[in-house]
């Protein structure tokens, strides 16, 4: 799992958070290739790298956020044996809210097999309800934001 330069397929050349996943057996459905769920593990997997590597978070108790929205348009089948290199990127900062997109590509050849978004939510646990970024980590998406 990384942070680099990567030019696969049609990512631009340029600093991209990118996570990769080898594919395991478990993955498999029985129509022999990755079940549609799975998918949603990948674009978590990345988005839990991208938490952990870029804004320090390392505890489950450092999340005072939710997940609103998760939304996954499969392009191509992925096999067994392949890896694949999901790229995380910022796309929107609201008031409460945050944007990621996910491109799901093969590492060997950069085939695109997926694309998908998430909106996460700052949430007050205690009340059930949404609540205005923190100013520290707004700060923190906004920096990575201008990355984009």
Known sequence: MAVRSLNVG????????TVE???RFRDIDGMQHVNNAVYFTYMEQARSEWY?????????????FILAHASCDFKEAIGFGETVVVKVTLTKIGTSSFRF???VRSK????LFATGESV????????????????????MLEAELAKS
């Open 10 to 17: 049609s990512f631009p050349p340029r600093m991209a958070f």
């Open 21 to 23: 996943i080898p594919v």
């Open 52 to 64: 952990r590597q870029l804004m320090g978070i390392h505890s489950v108790a450092e999340f005072d």
């Open 101 to 103: 997109t996910y491109e």
């Open 108 to 111: 060997e050849k950069g085939t």
């Open 120 to 139: 996460q939510v700052t949430y007050d646990y205690k009340a059930k309800r949404p609540v205005p970024i923190p100013p520290k980590f707004r700060k």
